[in-house]
């Protein structure tokens, strides 16, 4: 089914009519607070700022139908290119915002440190690219090709409707405002920022209150490992020496611990981040969190600390919150810290700066 411009407003509206006023409340410093309250959408000002949906209109009016193309042929052929797309797309937000930094390939640059030594879907931004650069030659931005990117691929990533096309219901769509401009610098270093499964929640809060999000978008974006997969070098910690005690993470479900040994008798292999639809983007991730089914120590932790575990009990009873704030989360992730206008290039190669 196609997905109008109408629909992509509506989709937030009808979601957001059918929160129920005795949903669980959700927890803050300052006490309790409605959680229709906390649902939120960004400020236009913040949304907007030095970018717009009619970006390309005139200059490449083919581009989203492009990369929706090139993105679906690419995951029709590996299904785990879509996480990747999504982690991605983290990963570049995370050191000095969306610039596509992430894709610079040199020496001492961040895709060359070891936090992006398991990223994968550069070669699907390339191709993308390169179609991009035929049509429409040194006017679009690999910034704006990521971010569609990683929208494109969790759609495509959600589940199946009743055969005439996407359960409207169930997509997490949003619109991607374009104009983001490449950045020129990417230092390997700075990726030491960037969360790997180990922090503790205060820190994953830290983290994201000093990119302007909040611990709505924590949780809510924590949701994406709903599809996707790790290596078991990132878990064997909590399967057997948890933080030195010679004993496994006493939150693991001992069903699901027993299943991780043996699936990961080696670090090298890979295991899914949902145990339960991992090929699927849906909100069972939570309802793992709540059977202590959480691959990784971070997104277990969401669901004992005080300040996230009324959120994830929200979303794993209502699905149609997640699709819809996820849009919303991932619209702000999107757009932060952008360069625009001077700020930055159209790089006609996304792997170097421009001569």
Not at 3 to 16: D, G, N, Q, T, V
Not at 65 to 70: D, L
Not at 217 to 222: E, H, I, M, R
Request: charged share 20%; proline share 4%.
């Amino acid at each position: 089914m196609h997905l109008s411009s109408s629909c992509c407003f509506l989709l937030p509206i009808l979601a957001l009519l059918s929160i129920s006023a005795s949903t669980a409340q959700y927890v803050q410093e300052d006490g309790l607070v409605d959680p229709l309250t906390y649902l939120e959408n960004p400020s236009l000002k913040e949304m907007f700022s030095g970018l717009s949906y009619s970006y390309y209109h005139h200059t490449c009016s083919d581009l989203e139908a492009i990369i929706n193309r090139k993105v679906k042929e690419w995951i029709d052929k590996d299904y785990t290119l879509a996480a990747s797309l999504i982690r991605l797309h983290f990963h570049d937000f995370a050191v000095r915002g969306c610039d596509a930094s992430i894709l610079l390939d040199y020496p001492g640059s961040e895709r060359r440190a070891d936090a992006s030594k398991t990223l994968k879907g550069f070669q699907v931004i390339d191709d993308i690219k390169a179609e991009v650069e035929r049509k429409c030659p040194k006017t679009v931005s690999c910034a704006d090709i990521l971010t569609a990117a990683a929208r494109d691929a969790t759609i495509l990533s959600t589940a199946p409707g009743d055969g005439t096309g996407l359960d409207l219901a169930r997509v997490p769509f949003w619109m991607v405002p374009y104009g983001r401009k490449d950045g020129r610098v990417s230092i390997d270093k700075e990726t030491q920022t960037v969360p790997m499964g180990r922090e503790n929640v205060t820190s994953l809060l830290e983290f994201f209150q000093s990119k302007g999000l909040n611990v709505l978008d924590l949780v809510v974006l924590s949701g994406a490992h709903t599809i996707g997969m790790t290596t078991c070098s990132a878990i064997q910690h909590r399967l057997y020496d948890f933080h030195g005690t010679g004993k496994p993470d006493p939150s693991i479900s001992p069903k699901y611990l027993n299943f991780l040994r043996r699936k990961c008798r080696w670090a090298s292999e890979y295991v899914d981040l949902d145990a339960t639809t991992p090929r699927t983007f849906d909100a069972v991730y939570y309802k793992n969190l709540q059977h202590n089914m959480g691959l990784l120590a971070t997104d277990q932790m969401l669901v004992s600390d005080s300040r996230t575990s009324d959120l994830v009990a929200t979303l794993a009873s209502n699905p149609s919150i997640f699709y819809t704030q996820f849009a919303l989360s991932m619209e702000k992730l999107g757009n932060t810290q952008v360069l625009t206008g001077e700020d930055g290039e159209i790089r006609v190669n996304c792997n170097f700066v421009n001569p």
